[in-house]
């Protein structure tokens, strides 16, 4: 049997941005693993190829050893297509069976299996519509041709739902590795509080005197290589990625931290993919933060409006989404630099690649990606070859390799979000010059 991992259309990845213009779903990050890890794990695959848009498909594949959009992948086996935004943990849908496809209630689909058999039966089907990637055209055909079944599994339908099941998320992953004790070094003197059963430090982790670890109320995971400076407090749940560094963190309930950041400062309940710095004090609370971010001393995000009413997100710059929470913070893309002092407004929409100067008051709801952000508006674009300068020197100084494939997926980015920023431009000259 073989797994394929597949994202909803376009329409539906758009509300995981801006952490997925540069990245398939599967990739996000919701407690110790991303969403595609749990749900390979789940089915239990051995072989697993994927489909990303075609934008991205180059760079995908420079990052995964799955397949990537190949055809070839779509026959020659029994075939199991799972949808990403499927939360892994009530996914009970047996791997091998009689063909079938599920659908959730909207009619999307959640999974199609397909015995070998009927594999040429669905490939030879017309489709009956223009589908954009060929994955999509073989979903159709199979929802045609095979029978439907409803799907109740539930699943992810916007980005902010990871950051607010992470905490329940991380207390489930750390049961499911099964790890637990000091295996690194914790030095003394120190403070664990809790059971000594919620806690693991992997080998190589260095924990430094004066630290406290409080698993009182969910499990610490402490990744490989990771360095924990003095005066750090880590609440659990928690879990720290391989090569993190925290600096005198005041780490509360409920992170995801990735591999190879810098953390410093407050953090709350909040998701950072990798390779990001909150080198300094400031607060991150209720936030996604993607891949090469820069967060400049001091920068801060509101996670709670003052009336205490649900809280709302600006996707598309124009119609605001409810998230039915009281608490989210800020979405912010791959590569964006904030300067020192800069505040994020409650429920802020940050695109990637964008520059930000701090304006001395919470910034705007939407901040399209390649914005340049002065005086509280964006009067023009980042330029795309200084961007990837910035982003070339940032990913060399972590050992990465920026690639003309990256280059060529981020052009794309810029021309899919040029729209939108536009519109934003074209309404910051005129704030300025009415100033």
Sequence with gaps: MRMILFDGPPEIRARFNPLAWSRPI???????????????????????????????????AQQTSMKVNDLATLGGDDLLLVNSQVKAHDFDVPATGPSEVGLNGDGEVIYARVASEDVAKVQAA????????????????????????????????????????????????????????????????????????????????????????DAEHGPIYIDRDVEVHPFTRIEGPCYIGPETVMLGTKCREGNTIGPVCRVGGEVEESIIQGYSNKYHDGFL??????????????????????????????????????????????????????????????????????????????????IPSFAWVQQGVVPRAVSREDAYITARTAMGRRKRQWTEADARMWDAIYELTSPVREVAIRRGRRLMARR
């Design 26 to 60: 599967w990739e996000l990050r919701c407690g110790m693993t991303t969403l595609g890890e749990k749900i390979v794990a789940k089915v239990g695959a051995a072989e697993v190829a994927c489909f990303v848009p075609e934008y991205m498909a180059e760079a995908y």
């Design 126 to 213: 017309q489709a009956g519509a223009d589908i954009p990637c060929p994955v999509g055209e073989f979903l159709a055909k199979a929802k045609a041709v095979l029978p439907t079944v409803k799907c109740s599994a539930p699943t992810y339908r916007y980005i902010w739902e990871l950051v607010l099941e992470n905490p329940e998320q991380l207390k489930a992953d750390f049961q499911a590795a099964g790890r637990c004790g000091i295996e690194g070094t914790v030095e003394q003197p120190g403070a664990i509080r809790g059971g000594k059963e919620n806690i693991y430090v992997a080998p190589g982790a260095v924990v430094h005197p004066m630290v406290v670890l």
């Design 285 to 366: 609370g209720h936030a996604y933060v993607g891949e090469w971010v820069n967060l400049g001393a001091l920068t801060t995000n509101s996670d709670l409006k003052n009336d205490y009413s649900d809280v709302s997100v600006m996707m598309d710059g124009r119609r605001p989404v409810n998230t039915g929470s009281t608490k989210v913070g800020s979405l912010i893309g791959d590569h964006t630099k904030t300067s020192i002092g800069t505040l994020f407004n409650t429920g802020a929409y940050v695109g990637s690649m964008c520059l930000i100067l701090a304006s001395g008051a919470p910034l705007m709801k939407h």
